[in-house]
């Protein structure tokens, strides 16, 4: 099941391996949201969403708040597959829950990892920067 995280769950953003210097507090404020799926009573991944109306180059560009496209700017899975599991459902719940949300990218680190787990799920390569790279999902 995947579902907005709880205050008591948002302990688990101690746990994430890209961005763990943002705070709970920006990560949840408006514009922004956490999602979790639980598999089998525990949390299995973790993703941190902020809507935005570019395509962010930096975490600096995140800033300020859009609504025409989600940045997924980090995700962590506890179990196998789970990853790809959240990616696509949250996707897919974002876009049944917000019309309007037109695009659906990342804010990836500059790692190998990064890039092959996006490709492998899909996503297309549209940019790279200098803290950052950008991948792109089409959600139907």
Request: proline fraction near 4%.
């Amino acid at each position: 099941m995947i579902r907005l995280a709880t205050e008591d769950e948002l302990y688990h953003i101690e746990h994430d391996p890209v961005r763990p210097h943002i705070s709970k507090e920006w990560r949840t404020r408006s514009g922004r949201e956490v999602y979790v799926l639980e598999q089998e009573q525990q949390i299995a991944a973790v993703i941190c969403v902020a809507y935005m109306d570019e395509v962010p180059q930096s975490e600096n560009d995140m800033k300020w708040p859009g609504m025409t496209t989600a940045v997924f700017y980090t995700v962590w899975s506890y179990k196998k597959g789970a990853g790809r599991t959240i990616v696509n459902g949250v996707a897919q719940r974002i876009k049944q829950q917000r019309p309007w949300v037109k695009r659906f990218v990342t804010l990836s680190p500059l790692t190998e990892m990064a890039r092959k787990f996006h490709i492998s799920n899909g996503a297309k390569f549209i940019g790279k920067h200098s803290t950052c790279q950008n991948f792109e999902y089409e959600v139907c």
